[in-house]
């Protein structure tokens, strides 16, 4: 098995969030893909295999991360997009068989990748006890973001209440299916992007993920009704940062970004 750490939602190595991605002829057993997940110890490690032709996708793809088998990621979906069309694997838009459907990944001319995802339904909810002391900030909305990623959507103040976000992870794992989102408006859209978020997801295993595609498909309606614009892009202010660009198109939610390569080798056992 050839094995690669992809950086996603980034153009610069050891930035944005790294993924495994393993192309396979079949899929092993659960507790195989478990097994490497947890070796790999990223956020999400993908594995992909090649489907017979004719069919609605191209290749069947699930996520994992080093506790759990997700329904739906973002940064992932675009590593390996990327690894199939640096290495010649697939030319042109890919469609994968996913939980979470058939999802399209688009190479562009300058290099990026576009992703076809399902918008989030949003549902208001009441802050659940326990929340804003488990963040160290009392949110201003929270919002239920449904079946796809399961996650508490909660926005704070201001930029600089989400960047210093110091939460308890543990407490946090009571609070929602996946985990939550803390989001804000940019406090200087001139710096080219138009909001901020956090993801923490201890429940699944990862207390801060550092770039979360899934999570912009509850963040791009979200900010898009508020700033009265489809098309917006948005900062995931983690230590290791990155850039999603979105475009909401009623259910779809297109996430660009790019991706690098940074290691490649053999899976021995």
Same mark, same amino acid.
């Not at 996520?63 to 030319?91: I, N, R, Y």
């Not at 956090?198 to 429940?203: E, I």
């Given at each position: 098995?050839?094995?690669?750490?992809?950086?996603?939602?980034?153009?610069?190595?050891?930035?944005?969030?790294?993924?495994?991605?393993?192309?396979?002829?079949?899929?092993?057993?659960?507790?195989?893909?478990?097994?490497?997940?947890?070796?790999?110890?990223?956020?999400?490690?993908?594995?992909?295999?090649?489907?017979?032709?004719?069919?609605?996708?191209?290749?069947?793809?699930?996520?994992?991360?080093?506790?759990?088998?997700?329904?739906?990621?973002?940064?992932? &979906?675009?590593?390996?997009?990327?690894?199939?069309?640096?290495?010649?694997?697939?030319?042109?838009?890919?469609?994968?068989? !996913?939980?979470?459907?058939?999802?399209?990944?688009?190479?562009?001319?300058?290099?990026?990748?576009?992703?076809?995802?399902?918008?989030?339904?949003?549902?208001?909810?009441?802050?659940?006890?326990?929340?804003?002391?488990?963040?160290?900030?009392?949110?201003?909305?929270?919002?239920?973001?449904?079946?796809?990623?399961?996650?508490?959507?909660?926005?704070?103040?201001?930029?600089? !209440?989400?960047?210093?976000?110091?939460?308890?992870?543990?407490?946090?794992?009571?609070?929602?299916?996946?985990?939550?989102?803390? !989001?804000?408006?940019?406090?200087?859209?001139?710096?080219?992007?138009?909001?901020?978020?956090?993801?923490?997801?201890?429940?699944?295993?990862?207390?801060?993920?550092?770039?979360?595609?899934?999570?912009?498909?509850?963040?791009?309606?979200?900010?898009?009704?508020?700033?009265?614009?489809?098309?917006?892009?948005?900062?995931?202010?983690?230590?290791?940062?990155?850039?999603?660009?979105?475009?909401?198109?009623?259910?779809?939610?297109?996430? &660009?970004?790019?991706?690098?390569?940074?290691?490649?080798?053999?899976?021995?056992?």
């Amino acid at each position: 098995m050839r094995i690669r750490i992809v950086d996603a939602f980034t153009d610069r190595p050891f930035s944005g969030n790294p993924a495994g991605v393993l192309l396979l002829d079949a899929f092993p057993g659960d507790d195989r893909l478990q097994n490497v997940a947890l070796e790999v110890n990223h956020a999400e490690t993908a594995f992909a295999h090649r489907l017979p032709g004719g069919g609605e996708a191209d290749w069947a793809l699930r996520w994992f991360t080093p506790a759990a088998e997700v329904d739906l990621c973002g940064h992932a &979906t675009l590593a390996t997009a990327h690894v199939l069309h640096t290495t010649g694997a697939h030319d042109g838009p890919v469609r994968f068989a !996913t939980r979470s459907g058939v999802l399209v990944a688009t190479p562009r001319e300058d290099g990026s990748i576009t992703l076809d995802f399902p918008t989030a339904l949003l549902t208001a909810v009441e802050l659940p006890d326990g929340v804003a002391e488990a963040l160290g900030a009392e949110p201003l909305t929270a919002f239920d973001t449904g079946p796809n990623t399961g996650d508490l959507l909660v926005e704070l103040p201001d930029e600089k !209440t989400v960047r210093s976000l110091a939460p308890d992870h543990k407490a946090l794992v009571a609070h929602s299916e996946r985990g939550i989102i803390a !989001t804000a408006r940019a406090e200087d859209p001139t710096r080219g992007y138009d909001f901020v978020s956090r993801c923490f997801f201890p429940r699944i295993g990862v207390d801060e993920d550092p770039v979360t595609g899934s999570a912009h498909t509850a963040l791009a309606p979200y900010w898009s009704e508020r700033l009265g614009r489809p098309d917006l892009t948005g900062l995931q202010a983690s230590p290791r940062s990155g850039r999603v660009r979105t475009e909401l198109r009623g259910d779809r939610t297109l996430l &660009t970004g790019r991706a690098v390569t940074v290691i490649e080798g053999e899976l021995l056992t």
